[in-house]
């Protein structure tokens, strides 16, 4: 079993710049494909963006193509989420996820969670 732990989060104007990462621990990382997913007040979690397993592959949401990069280095068993050009609609708590198979932007496929990190974005 794997455990996750988000960690960069903050509150950041708007235009700005955020590094989120998550790290993993309590299983072998390059066996899982990793998400990112956010939960903004009022609204039901939504799909970031997410990385195979070798890094190869990486899939966006369309709201954040262009703006966000996802990462990982399976030496440090560690994911990062990247997030450029920040919105005041990209406030939320931002988790990551894993799962042991291919790469998916639907969460109810993951089966790791980490507890969240807050992203806040002013105007």
């Known amino acids: 079993q794997v455990q996750l732990v988000e960690s960069g989060g903050g509150l950041v104007q708007a235009g700005g710049s955020l590094r989120l990462s998550c790290a993993a621990s309590?299983?072998?990382?390059?066996?899982?494909?990793m998400g990112w997913f956010r939960q903004a007040p009022g609204k039901e979690r939504e799909f970031v963006a997410t990385?195979?397993?070798?890094?190869?592959?990486?899939y966006y949401a369309d709201n954040v193509k262009g703006r966000f990069t996802v990462s990982r280095d399976n030496a440090k068993n560690t994911v990062y989420l990247q997030l450029n050009s920040l919105r005041p609609e990209d406030t939320a708590v931002y988790y990551c996820?894993?799962?042991?198979?291919?790469?998916?932007?639907?969460?109810?496929?993951?089966?790791?969670w980490g507890q969240g990190t807050q992203v806040s974005v002013s105007s």
């Open positions: 990385i195979s397993r070798t890094g190869g592959t990486t």
């Open positions: 309590g299983g072998t990382f390059s066996n899982y494909a």
């Open positions: 996820a894993a799962r042991t198979a291919l790469s998916s932007k639907t969460a109810e496929d993951y089966r790791y």
